[in-house]
């Protein structure tokens, strides 16, 4: 059974300050990771995807990818209060698995 | 572009009935992916078509099923609905394979009484 695990939160970060969201996959051979962005009563809307090991920026957005230790995270930047959203790690290259999200609360 | 549409956005079924949930896709996509969102399992992969074949499924009972038609329409079915069927269905759509271009839909809220 392929799983991802992230930690639930709630995750309380001060606005400015830099959010870390982690999320660890059990599937070794998985090449695509995806972030995804919930707010709440919403769909989920994609933010990043990274493929390779290393970072990957996009505005105040960093997606960091460790394959060998099956580890993805999410950083961000200068968090405002329209980042308090439910951050969802996804996992797969055709089924895709999700993780079941790390609450982010930006404190103004 | 209009994005992906999905009807009913609300319904409300009673245990043993059976709901037939619609999703269109954006135009020009071709695959169509089905989730089932609750509180307590997150978001869990129901399955995926492209060109009206099955592609992928989940670990879900023979109750739900799918099917897609030529103009890449998609709907689902949930037969002998059960009170743990309560969640919210989402479809994303997106052109071949990959979730890198895929986009979800408003989602239909299910709630079996």
């Known amino acids: 059974q392929k799983e991802v695990e992230q930690n639930s939160g709630p995750l309380s970060v001060p606005e400015g300050a830099i959010a870390s969201l982690n999320c660890t996959y059990s599937?070794?051979?998985?090449?695509?990771f995806f972030w995804y962005r919930q707010y709440s009563g919403k769909s989920p809307e994609l933010i990043m995807s990274i493929y390779s090991n290393g970072d990957k920026e996009d505005g105040r957005f960093t997606a960091q990818l460790n394959k060998a230790s099956q580890y993805v995270s999410l950083l961000i930047r200068d968090s405002q209060p329209s980042d308090s959203a439910t951050y969802l790690c996804?996992?797969?290259?055709?089924?895709?698995?999700f993780g079941k999200g790390t609450r982010l609360h930006i404190l103004p | 572009k209009a994005g992906v549409t999905q009807t009913p956005r609300y319904l409300i079924k009673t245990r043993g009935q059976q709901v037939t949930l619609s999703c269109s896709p954006i135009?020009?996509?071709?695959?169509v992916s089905w989730y089932q969102q609750t509180p307590g399992q997150g978001l869990q992969f129901l399955f995926e078509y492209f060109s009206e074949t099955q592609r992928n499924k989940g670990n879900f009972p023979g109750r739900f099923s799918g099917r897609q038609f030529s103009n890449s329409r998609s709907e689902m079915n949930v037969s002998t609905l059960e009170l743990g069927d309560s969640a919210l269905y989402l479809c994303?759509?997106?052109?071949?394979?990959?979730?890198?271009?895929?986009?979800f839909g408003p989602g239909t809220r299910l709630t079996v009484l």
């Open positions: 599937d070794r051979g998985s090449q695509s």
């Open positions: 135009s020009g996509h071709r695959s």
């Open positions: 996804a996992v797969g290259d055709d089924k895709i698995i």
């Open positions: 994303a759509s997106y052109q071949a394979q990959g979730a890198d271009t895929q986009y």
